[in-house]
């Protein structure tokens, strides 16, 4: 490989995390741009079209969207290998990590994480307490409650370690960022389940980064990982008025 690999993305966006959570367990180094999307300048537009995090940069290519970049490691580093070998479970695989990258993305990111966090971040905005109920009372426990009804009560979802705990992994860590409590009694083996996959090395390497980054103002997340020794790109794409997003969620 001639140049490091870049990642264009936040340390608080689950789609970011499991990518980093994908190169850590490759042992893939990398030099992070920290963008929160919505700062992104006009080159970012140019690199991400739907103006999203994550995009990665190497020597060959430059992509969008974590399910596609964490393939193309898989496809370029085939060791570890993070998606299952046999194709039922493979496939199971796909379908939880999609699962976790839309439902659940919609309901953890642009309902609780947007209300408690991105909203007031960036736009200035107060916590919308009517949506944010709903999602707590109504939509993330039907989402608990399917994971319920899919995950194992020992080891990982799919068999070994895959591509599949990464994004639950990654996801739920904005749940613990969000600050909403999971019931234990009502839905055990998610708990469990997670409580197994966030002990890995990968996530809890992450943990002290996002927390600092949670307490600091977006203008600041830069100094902030500069601060903590995080590898940082020379350059950042990142202007200082947020613009809206292309998509609509
Ligand atoms: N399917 C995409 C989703 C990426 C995504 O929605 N990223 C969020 C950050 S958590 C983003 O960039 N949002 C900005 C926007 O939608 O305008 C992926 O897996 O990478």
């Known amino acids: 490989m001639t140049e490091p690999v870049r990642i264009i993305g936040s340390f608080l966006s689950p789609f970011v995390r499991k990518v980093l959570v994908c190169l850590d367990l490759k042992g893939i180094p990398y030099q992070i741009d920290p963008l929160i999307p919505f700062f992104g300048d006009d080159r970012f537009s140019q690199l991400s079209p739907l103006r999203r995090v994550p995009v990665l940069i190497d020597d060959l290519v430059t992509l969008c969207d974590s399910s596609v970049i964490c393939q193309y490691l898989e496809d370029r580093y085939p060791t570890p290998p993070l998606y299952?070998?046999?194709?039922v479970q493979r496939a199971a695989a796909r379908w939880l990590e999609e699962f976790?990258?839309?439902?659940?993305?919609?309901?953890?990111?642009?309902?609780?994480?947007n209300q408690v966090a991105i909203g007031p971040a960036v736009w200035g905005d107060s916590t919308n307490q009517d949506v944010l109920?709903?999602?707590?009372?109504?939509?993330?426990?039907?989402?608990?409650d399917?994971?319920?009804?899919?995950?194992?009560?020992?080891?990982?979802?799919?068999?070994?370690?895959?591509?599949?705990?990464?994004?639950?992994?990654?996801?739920?860590?904005?749940v613990a960022l969000s600050r909403v409590p999971i019931d234990d009694s009502r839905w055990p083996k998610t708990v469990a389940y997670l409580g197994r996959v966030l002990a890995l090395d990968c996530f809890t390497k992450l943990v002290p980064?996002?927390?600092?980054?949670?307490?600091?103002?977006?203008?600041?997340h830069r100094?902030?990982?500069?601060?903590?020794?995080v590898p940082l790109t020379p350059e950042t794409l990142a202007t200082e008025s947020p613009r809206k997003g292309v998509m609509n969620t």
């Open 146 to 174: 399917y994971l319920e009804s899919q995950l194992p009560s020992t080891g990982f979802a799919c068999g070994e370690l895959s591509i599949a705990d990464l994004s639950l992994g990654a996801m739920f860590r904005n």
């Open 133 to 144: 109920r709903r999602a707590l009372d109504q939509e993330f426990p039907s989402i608990l």
């Open 84 to 87: 299952p070998r046999h194709i």
């Open 223 to 229: 100094a902030a990982l500069a601060d903590l020794k």
């Open 100 to 113: 976790s990258d839309t439902r659940m993305a919609e309901v953890v990111i642009w309902r609780v994480f």
């Open 209 to 220: 980064i996002e927390n600092r980054l949670i307490r600091t103002a977006p203008r600041q």
